[in-house]
Every structure is written in C-alpha cells, then in structure tokens.
C-alpha cells in the first residue's frame, strides 16, 4: 500500500494526521513539500487537522446519541422538543426528512421506535463542513476520510489533474480491495461512501428488497448524497438503487452475501 | 440488464425526437404515418431536416446505412431517404438528431425492417474532453473476475463500512495512514 514514488513528483510527498472522533478514525492526508515550492508544509497539514477536529469534536457533542448530556440524548429522552432545539441540530432534521422524501422512507431520521436518529446524517455533514473549512483555509489538495467515508479536494499530486484514487474494501475479507475509484482531479466526483449491513452504529432500517446487498458503496459529487444513498441502498435494495441511479448523477457497487456485485458504469470496467 | 437500459434510454430520446418529427410533418408536408410502430420509425430522419432547404448540419451523415429510398422529399436535406417511402421498402437504419440529455448529447439509431422497427441503439457520442458519454446509469451484474487487479492497486485511501476505532488498527486505511505519518 506504499505509494508508488513518481520521479515527476518527488518534491511533494503525502503526509496524513489522524484522530479519533464519533467512534472512528479519521484522516486528514495532504501532499507536503518544502515551503520555498509554495506547497503547504507539514505545519499546514497539522494545523488544517487541528481544525478538522475541534469540528468533529463539537458535532459529536450535539448528536451524539452515546454522550447522555448530549442535544440528540435529549431530544431521545423527550427532555427536550424538537422546536426548542438548537438551530444547528433543527436544520439537520430538516435535510435529513428531505432526504426521507427523496428516498422513498428507504433513509430516514428515526427508528422504528420513533426515537429522533441523525446519525446516519451527522458523519457526512461533519465531513461536507470540513471540507468547507479546509477550503476556506486556502488548501486545495487533501484527502479526508472518516471512518471509510471519503471527500477529497484536487489531486495526490499538486498542479496535477490526476485524480485521488479510493479503493473499496471486500465485506468478505477487509483485508483486500475489490476494485478502486478516482476521486477529484479529473474525476466527477469528489467524494465516497460505504455502508454496510453489519456495521457499527449506523441504524440501518430494512424496507422492502432490505438485506439483499451485505455492502453498498456510492460515489457522488458531494459527501452527503453519497453516504445517504449508499444507507438508502443497503436498506432499499435494488429498487433503491436504480432510483438513486436514475435521479442522482452517482456511481454504485453493491455487493450481496454470496460476492455477486451490480455496479453502475462508473464502476464498471472501461 | 444494460441492454434493457440503453434501450429505455434509447426510447426516451426518441419520444424527444418524436416532437422535432411532428414540426417536420407540418413544415415539410412529409405524411409518412402508416402505423404507430413505423411512424416511430420515421420520426429521427425526417425531423433532422424539418427546417427547410439548406439546414443540413449533423443531418447530412443521417444518411447512413439503410438508403433504400430515394431521399428526394424537398426540405429534408440530408435525411435518410426513407421518409417518402412506403411502409415495405422503408427498410434499413437511420440516425436522428442529437439530443442533449443528462448524460451528454445522445444520438438514436434505428433499424427498420419491414415496416415495423426491429432495433433501436443509442449512439455513444463523444464529449468536447474525446470521453465517451455515458447514456445510462443503470446497474449491471459484474464479474469479480472482470475487475482490473490495476483498479484497486496504489490507492491513496479506502473506503469501507463504518469501523470501529479498534477495528481501524488493523485496517487497510491504517496501514496507508502509517505509510503516510
């Protein structure tokens, strides 16, 4: 998993910075060189992360449901009303019905017991915010992934067109790829996502076709539409995924139980 | 699974073509509708040159194949003959106008044979970039087999269901991660 060394782009090399948030890690990578070549240096890279995670940090403590005194603790509890709520927590119940909506029911922001869930929302905006704060900040070339949900800006290699490539793990075995997918530079799309059926603190709630695909990975121009539909698929299954790549400009691979994979073009060899 | 989509797409840009052959009718006086399935099949060519004299544009390589008849009806310029045909020689293929779409400019061919169309392909275009276009979205079966062993080597990153912070130290992103500390 080195990088490949490239004679052309000696002078820069990827660096990344990791910290723990919302039960997972998360990665902030850059290329780095020295200052004199006007790309960011290590200090840059240190200090865009440092900003990534005071973010993350407050968004987890608002919506987590695992910190009892959080906003979304009390808002499950009942302690609090949806209208009395903070502006920030009432605008993610709103895009996340939205989505709702658009879905069919296939994602939504509460559980069966109609206890109020963004979580299936919050990853992906804590990302779209950081990406928005790392471009603020003036860096044009990174690579951010929370816990396997992925935006990227640019390239691995600046002044390049060349797009990041994401690889996408085998639920089978996580250990290996089952194929990779360009992500910026040239690419359409900038960001990436995987759900799965097993997997940790996502509720995902099966309608209809539910439990056909054990994983379901979505590439889209922004990180929110790819992690929302990559849920709505696991849950809605194939139905879901033809909606979602009829109306959404999106590349998809799902995966079912026995390995079998439908993909869209974008994930279909050329 | 793809054929179906492309065919669907297909059918979709030739509905939108459908309109550009109705204008043709009104304009060029070219009544060709001897039943639905080859009025269908009309609606590319004769709408390329509905516009009168002289518009030739893209229709001029609408010709193509087919050209069983005589392509002489006035104001379709270019047109694949077929248009002031009867139903029984009204056979080969023929290429409508370019449609933009979602996707990118789409061309319909169709095949005639008959009198009744027998197939209808969506042309890949090509964009200003020279990529091709992508007419459908549709998801199709793949093969793990099928699956460049190149397209999942010197990835940069990884995606993968949500993990654990524990599960992440013997990840494959973490080992990218560490390459990369």
């Not at chain 1, 935006?151 to 691995?156: A, D, E, F, I, K």
């Not at chain 2, 973490?174 to 990369?180: F, G, K, L, R, T």
Request: aromatic fraction near 4%.
């Amino acid at each position: 998993m080195q990088q490949t060394s490239d004679p052309q782009t000696a002078t820069s090399t990827l660096k990344a910075r990791t910290f723990q948030c919302m039960g997972t890690v998360i990665g902030l990578t850059m290329p780095v060189d020295s200052p004199e070549e006007g790309q960011p240096g290590f200090d840059e890279l240190c200090a865009a992360t440092a900003v990534v995670e005071r973010l993350f940090r407050d968004l987890d403590e608002t919506f987590s449901l695992y910190r009892p005194d959080s906003e979304a603790s009390k808002l499950a509890r009942g302690d609090l009303k949806l209208p009395q709520a903070s502006a920030q927590m009432r605008e993610r119940y709103a895009e996340a019905h939205e989505w709702r909506l658009r879905t069919e029911g296939a994602f939504t922001p509460e559980r069966p017991d109609g206890v109020l869930d963004l979580s299936g929302i919050v990853k992906g905006h804590a990302i779209r915010e950081a990406g928005t704060s790392l471009l603020a900040l003036g860096r044009r070339d990174w690579c951010l992934n929370a816990g396997g949900d992925v935006l990227v800006s640019g390239s691995p290699h600046p002044e390049r067109t060349q797009p990041w490539k994401a690889g996408v793990v085998d639920p089978a075995d996580r250990r290996t790829l089952i194929t990779g997918y360009p992500l910026g530079g040239n690419s359409r799309h900038a960001a990436i996502a995987t759900s799965g059926s097993a997997e940790r603190g996502e509720h995902i709630w099966r309608v209809g076709n539910g439990g056909e695909f054990v994983q379901v990975t979505v590439a889209a121009a922004d990180i929110v539409t790819a992690d929302v539909q990559a849920t709505a698929i696991v849950a809605g299954g194939t139905r879901m995924l033809n909606r979602a790549a009829d109306g959404w400009d999106v590349a998809v691979l799902a995966i079912r139980a026995d390995g079998s994979m439908l993909a869209t073009p974008g994930f279909q060899p050329s | 699974m793809k054929i179906r989509g492309t065919v669907a797409a297909a059918l979709a840009s030739a509905g939108i073509l459908l309109a550009g052959w109705q204008t043709g009718t009104q304009a060029g006086g070219i009544s060709t509708v001897a039943s639905s399935t080859t009025a269908a099949g009309t609606t590319g060519s004769t709408g390329t040159g509905s516009s009168g004299p002289g518009t030739s544009g893209s229709s001029g390589t609408a010709g193509t194949s087919g050209a069983a008849g005589p392509s002489s009806s006035s104001g379709t310029s270019g047109s694949s003959g077929s248009s002031g045909s009867s139903n029984s020689s009204a056979a080969g293929t023929y290429k409508g106008n370019t449609v933009q779409t979602r996707f990118g400019p789409v061309q319909v061919q169709i095949t005639v044979a008959n009198g009744k169309i027998t197939d209808v392909t969506a042309l890949q275009l090509t964009n200003t970039d020279g990529k091709s276009i992508q007419i459908s979205n549709r998801a199709a079966p793949l093969l793990r087999s099928k699956v460049l062993a190149a397209q999942s080597a010197n990835v940069q990153t990884v995606s993968g269901a949500t993990i654990t912070s524990d599960a992440y130290l013997t990840s494959l992103q973490a080992a990218i991660d560490a390459a990369n500390l």
